[in-house]
C-alpha cells in the first residue's frame, strides 16, 4: 500500500518513541503472555480491532510504508490501546533480532501479491520468508493468511505444504466473516464489490 506522504506522519511517529520501534533498532520484547504479530499491518485496522476484542494478548504489527504506518498509529493512539506495540520496517530485518517462537499466532493480511514470476521471492509466503515465519511461531501456533489473490492463495498453499504445518481450515472462498474476525481495509474494499477472498490457517507442528 502506497500513499502520498502526510506532513504529520514523521512528526506523529517522532513524537510516541514508546509505542513503535523502527527497524534500525533491534526488536525488544514488551509483552509478558501471550502475543501476537501482524506483518503488513496497513492502516491498522485489524490490529486495534483484535486488540480492543483481545485485551489480554500483545499484538505487534509490522508495517514498512512510513505514511500507512502513521495511519495505524493514529488509530492506536485514539483507541488508547495499551496491548499494541507498532513496528517500523521491514519484517525480514526485524525478525533477524526476533526470539524463536515468539508468537502464538501470526497474521498475514492481504500481502502484497507480487505478480511477476521473476518477484515471487519476495511474496511474504516465499520459502526464505515461511522459514522466518516459521520460526518464530511457537509450537502449535497458528499462521493465518487472508488474500483476494487466488495465485498469490495457491502459491501459500504449495509452500505452506513444505513445512511443518497442519492445514486445518481452507476457505476458497472465505464467505462471511467468522466471529471473532476482523475486516481489514483491503478486506473491506473487496467485500464491498463482493469479490472473492480466500483463507487459510495453519498450525505448526
Ligand atoms: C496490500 S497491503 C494490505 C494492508 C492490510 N493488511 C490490509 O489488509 O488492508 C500490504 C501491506 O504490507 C506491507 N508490507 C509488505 N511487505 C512487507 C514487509 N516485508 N515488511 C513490512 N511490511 C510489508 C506493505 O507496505 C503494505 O502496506
Same mark, same amino acid.
Given at each position: %500500500?502506497?500513499?502520498?506522504?502526510?506532513?504529520?506522519?514523521?512528526?506523529? #511517529?517522532?513524537?510516541?518513541?514508546?509505542?513503535?520501534?523502527?527497524?534500525?533498532?533491534?526488536?525488544?520484547? +514488551?509483552?509478558? *503472555?501471550?502475543?501476537?504479530?501482524? @506483518?503488513?499491518?496497513? +492502516?491498522?485496522?485489524?490490529?486495534?480491532?483484535?486488540?480492543?476484542?483481545?485485551?489480554? @494478548?500483545?499484538?505487534?504489527? #509490522?508495517?514498512?510504508?512510513?505514511?500507512?504506518?502513521? $495511519?495505524?498509529? +493514529?488509530?492506536?493512539?485514539?483507541?488508547?490501546?495499551?496491548? &499494541?506495540?507498532?513496528?517500523?520496517?521491514? $519484517?525480514?530485518?526485524?525478525?533477524?533480532? %526476533?526470539?524463536?517462537?515468539? $508468537?502464538? &499466532?501470526?497474521?498475514?493480511?492481504?500481502?502484497?501479491?507480487?505478480?511477476?514470476?521473476?518477484?515471487?521471492?519476495?511474496?511474504?509466503?516465499?520459502?526464505?520468508?515461511?522459514?522466518? #515465519?516459521?520460526?518464530?511461531?511457537?509450537?502449535? *501456533?497458528?499462521?493465518?493468511?487472508?488474500? =483476494?489473490?487466488?495465485?498469490?492463495?495457491?502459491?501459500?498453499?504449495?509452500?505452506?505444504?513444505?513445512?511443518?504445518? =497442519?492445514? @486445518?481450515? @481452507?476457505?476458497?472462498?472465505?464467505? &462471511?466473516?467468522?466471529?471473532?474476525?476482523?475486516?481489514?481495509?483491503?478486506?473491506?474494499?473487496?467485500?464491498?464489490?463482493?469479490?472473492?477472498?480466500?483463507?487459510? #490457517?495453519?498450525?505448526?507442528?
Amino acid at each position: %500500500m502506497r500513499l502520498k506522504n502526510k506532513h504529520w506522519a514523521k512528526p506523529l #511517529i517522532a513524537a510516541n518513541p514508546e509505542r513503535l520501534t523502527e527497524d534500525t533498532f533491534p526488536f525488544v520484547r +514488551k509483552h509478558q *503472555g501471550e502475543a501476537h504479530l501482524e @506483518i503488513g499491518m496497513g +492502516k491498522g485496522d485489524f490490529i486495534v480491532g483484535k486488540a480492543q476484542l483481545h485485551p489480554d @494478548i500483545y499484538f505487534y504489527g #509490522i508495517e514498512r510504508a512510513t505514511t500507512v504506518f502513521a $495511519f495505524a498509529l +493514529k488509530k492506536v493512539l485514539e483507541q488508547a490501546c495499551e496491548n &499494541v506495540h507498532l513496528l517500523l520496517g521491514d $519484517f525480514g530485518k526485524f525478525s533477524l533480532t %526476533m526470539e524463536p517462537a515468539s $508468537f502464538s &499466532v501470526i497474521y498475514l493480511n492481504f500481502s502484497d501479491p507480487w505478480p511477476k514470476l521473476r518477484h515471487h521471492k519476495r511474496r511474504l509466503t516465499a520459502e526464505g520468508n515461511l522459514d522466518r #515465519i516459521t520460526r518464530l511461531l511457537k509450537h502449535g *501456533g497458528h499462521l493465518i493468511m487472508k488474500t =483476494d489473490n487466488l495465485d498469490l492463495f495457491e502459491f501459500t498453499l504449495k509452500k505452506l505444504a513444505l513445512f511443518p504445518y =497442519d492445514i @486445518i481450515s @481452507i476457505d476458497r472462498p472465505y464467505h &462471511v466473516l467468522d466471529k471473532g474476525d476482523i475486516e481489514t481495509e483491503y478486506e473491506r474494499y473487496f467485500r464491498e464489490r463482493n469479490e472473492p477472498i480466500y483463507r487459510v #490457517i495453519g498450525v505448526k507442528q
